[in-house]
Every structure is written in C-alpha cells, then in structure tokens.
C-alpha cells in the first residue's frame, strides 16, 4: 500500500519569493517515482516534476525542484520566484510498480502580489 | 505538443442512467488510466489497463464500472447505473510503457447526477 501525506492545507508566499510545500510517502516498493501536480482553479491537473526512487540527482524543472530526501522519505516541493499564476492546489503523488498514482490530499498555495 | 483530450467536458444525468466518458490518450503511450476527484477532495485512482485489459483497479471500482478501448484512438469509463455519489470530476490519463512512469491527464470531465 502506498500514502502520501500533505500537511499544510493552505499556504501564502509573496509574489517573487520561494515557497516549499512538503510531502512525505510510504510504500513498500523498492522502486518508485514520485510526481507534483498542480490543480488551477480551472481544475486541469498539469505535470511540474518527477523524482525517481532511483535517481542520485533531486529532479528540477525550471522554477520548480524536488528536494528528495529519502531516508526521511520525504519529496518537498520548491518553487523559486513564485507568480501570481502558481495560486493553485498542488498534489504530491507516488507510483510504484502498479504504476497507478496515489495523490495525497494537496496543498492550497496562494500568491500575494 | 500531444496532449490527453476528452469529451463531454461536462456530463449531467439523472440517477440511475448509464454514462459514457470518453478519452482519447496520446498516441504513442500504452498505459490508460481513470481518476476520480470528487469536489474538494483528492485525486482517486479507479481503473488501469494495459494491452486490452484491465490491469490494476481500486475498490472504488465495482461492477457499476467498466472501461473498454473500442477502437485504436478511445479509451472510455462506462458507469451502468449512476448514483448521487458517483458526482465527481473524472480524469483520464496516459503514459508511456517505459521509463518514466509521468502520466499526463486529460482536462476532466465534470458529471453531475441529479
């Protein structure tokens, strides 16, 4: 079985600051990936970033970049320089070798101009 | 660039009929998937199917539930006889057979069962 947990429901940053959502997992499958997505108020669910289980480097996609810490399972996500576009919901979510997605129950960050 | 699309965007149906959602994945990914949002909850995952079967589902997945690739391009969620509960934003996706396990998602289709 497979969890993630999200702790802070909601979260402001200031327009140009870096803000780190946190998320930690569980699961039992030695290999695995773990993913953000972000949920505008539009309600699409738009890829950020993948960490795999596997890989030595903490993934980064532009603005956004995973800090993986894998003994404390944890997969925190950082946006550098937010804008006023980031207010959105933000999910963490693992895969393992199901491949099926567990998401946790998200993050609400809103930018403050 | 390719993207997950699918249709109705927005569903409503009184209680008891049967819906059809449609999705329609990216071309080249193998591995399909059905997700379930209700309003202002996480993201649950219903179905995946693989090579023409289904491969894993939750137990949110009763036989209430079906999904069938009908052809070479769609990839669809049957519910039989809808119910209140089964409210809910329903996302398709797709991904690739290997590598990265990153699975894209369609934009929702909203149902609405009254």
């Known amino acids: 079985a497979q969890k993630i947990t999200q702790t802070q429901p909601g979260m402001f940053v200031q327009e140009k600051e870096a803000v780190t959502l946190d998320c930690t997992y569980d699961?039992?499958?030695?290999?695995?990936?773990l993913f953000w997505y972000k949920q505008p108020s539009s309600g699409e669910m738009i890829f950020l970033i993948y960490q795999g289980s596997y890989d030595e480097q903490n993934a980064t996609e532009g603005r956004y970049s995973l800090n993986f810490q894998k003994a404390r399972k944890s997969a925190n996500l950082v946006i550098s320089a937010s804008q006023l576009g980031d207010s959105a919901m933000y999910f963490c979510a693992v895969s393992g070798s199901a491949r099926q997605l567990t998401f946790g129950s998200g993050t609400q960050l809103t930018v403050l101009p | 660039e390719p993207e997950v699309t699918q249709t109705p965007s927005h569903q409503v149906t009184q209680m008891g009929q049967e819906v059809i959602l449609r999705c329609v994945p990216i071309s080249n990914h193998l591995y399909f998937y059905w997700y379930r949002q209700i309003l202002g909850q996480k993201v649950e995952f219903l179905v995946s199917f693989y090579n023409n079967e289904i491969s894993e589902k939750s137990e949110i997945f009763d036989d209430q539930f079906s999904v069938e690739r009908p052809d070479g391009s769609n990839f669809t969620l049957k519910i039989r006889s809808t119910k209140l509960e089964d409210s809910a934003m329903y996302f398709c996706?797709?991904?690739?057979?290997?590598?990265?396990?990153?699975?894209?998602f369609g934009p929702g289709t909203r149902l609405t069962v009254l």
């Open positions: 996706a797709s991904s690739e057979t290997s590598g990265r396990y990153e699975q894209f």
């Open positions: 699961t039992s499958d030695q290999s695995y990936g």
